[in-house]
Structure formats: C-alpha cells, structure tokens
C-alpha cells in the first residue's frame, strides 16, 4: 500500500492563481480530512469527509473548497490564493475508530 | 467546537531524565486521545493514543494519562534519548458531531546529550 499520498510536495502561487492540492488513499478508509500547519498553531482542520459524496467544513474553511466523489480522492481546491494562505497542507485518512496516517504534506507559498 | 490546549511549548531536558507534556480538552463528548510526533519537515506520525474508558497505557518508554473529570490528558516519556527530540502534538475526537481530531498547537521537545 502506498498510504496517503499528495501532490505537488511544492508549490508557489502568485496571489489571485487558483490551484488543486491533490490528495489520495488506497486504504479504503472512510473519513479523509485537510488540515493546515503554520508555526506554533499546531495543525488546524479545512475540511473533512466522512465518506464519498459528504463533506463538512472544519476551523479554518474559508477560501477553500473540497468534493469527494471517490473512497479514494479528497483533492483541495483554493479558489484564489492569498499570502495568508501560505502554509503546510498535510491530508489524513482514517477508517472507523482507527489510526489517523497523514500524507507527506505541500508547502504552500503564495507571492 | 472541541478546544485543546497544550503546555508547554518548548521543552528541555537532558538526556535520560523524563519529559511531561500535558493537555487539556473542553468538549465532555472527546472519547478518543491520540498522541503524534513530527520530525523537522516530515509528517506527524501516531506513537501513543488512549480512549476514554482508560485511565492510563503504556508503551515501552511512553505512557500517556487520561483524567476524565478534570478533561486533562499527559505523554511521558522515560529515559529520553536524542533521537526523541521532535515536536509533540495532543488531539483530541468526539464520539459523533465532527469526527476529526482537533490538535494541540504542539510542544517541541529537546533533548540533550
């Protein structure tokens, strides 16, 4: 099993550029999720997902999009990149009552 | 929403003596407990997690502590080792509502040789 993996490892964007992290599991795990990490604010949750076709929204939402119209895919839309959105973008994965494993992680930067 | 606060943000020790990193939680619903290491520039890997009808688990050298009445939780490390150096993150995930784990803003443990 390659676990979770993420795509690009880096990127940097221009303000305004729109851009899709993408993100994907060959463990059948049900609850996929996106969270971000800025320095000292440990990793704050985008979005998750308990399942194809459903997504919620976590703390820190906004200027983001996800969809997950596979088990397998959780890809993270920005719709316009903003500097505050530079970052490090980690996707996660689960299944019930199971470990939580993170892919490799994005850096983001945004000029 | 679920809160968790983690002290303290950065740790010193000496190689062999032990390490304490603590947490807290607001959402009663928190039954599951997780405990992550990240190593510089790689992913936050799980080393200990404990759920709520436990009050303590161990692991070789790491055991973590659950206090359900007062909503605290702690990692201990023993006989700590260079290569434990990392930082240390808490999370914490409710039975229902929004089943993913809300994080501690993380501890960075140092220890010397």
């Known amino acids: 099993n390659a676990g979770v993996t993420q795509t690009p490892k880096f990127q940097v964007l221009k303000t305004g550029q729109s851009m899709t992290l993408q993100c994907a599991q060959d463990?059948?795990?049900?609850?996929m999720s996106w969270y971000r990490q800025d320095p000292g604010m440990g990793l704050r949750l985008i979005h998750y997902s308990v399942g194809a076709g459903i997504t919620d929204q976590g703390e820190v939402p906004n200027g983001y999009n996800v969809s997950r119209s596979t088990t397998e895919d959780f890809p993270l839309r920005l719709l316009s990149a903003a500097p505050s959105q530079t970052s490090v973008y980690f996707c996660a994965s689960r299944t019930t009552g199971g470990e939580q494993f993170f892919g490799p992680g994005t850096r983001l930067t945004v000029l | 929403g679920e809160n968790v606060e983690q002290h303290p943000s950065t740790l010193s020790v000496q190689e062999g003596d032990s390490a304490v990193i603590k947490c807290t939680y607001s959402?009663?619903?928190?039954?599951?407990f997780p405990w992550y290491k990240q190593e510089l520039g790689k992913r936050p890997q799980l080393i200990i997690d404990?759920?709520?009808?436990?009050g303590e688990k161990k692991d070789q050298r790491i055991a973590v502590t659950l206090n359900k009445t007062a909503k605290h939780f702690s990692l201990h490390i023993t006989e700590t080792q260079p290569e434990d150096s990392a930082v240390y993150f808490c999370?914490?995930?409710?039975?229902?509502?929004?089943?993913?784990?809300?994080f501690g803003s993380g501890t960075r443990l140092q220890v010397q040789p």
């Open positions: 959402d009663s619903a928190s039954n599951y």
């Open positions: 463990m059948n795990h049900e609850y």
């Open positions: 404990i759920r709520s009808n436990v």
């Open positions: 999370a914490a995930r409710r039975r229902g509502g929004r089943r993913a784990l809300t």
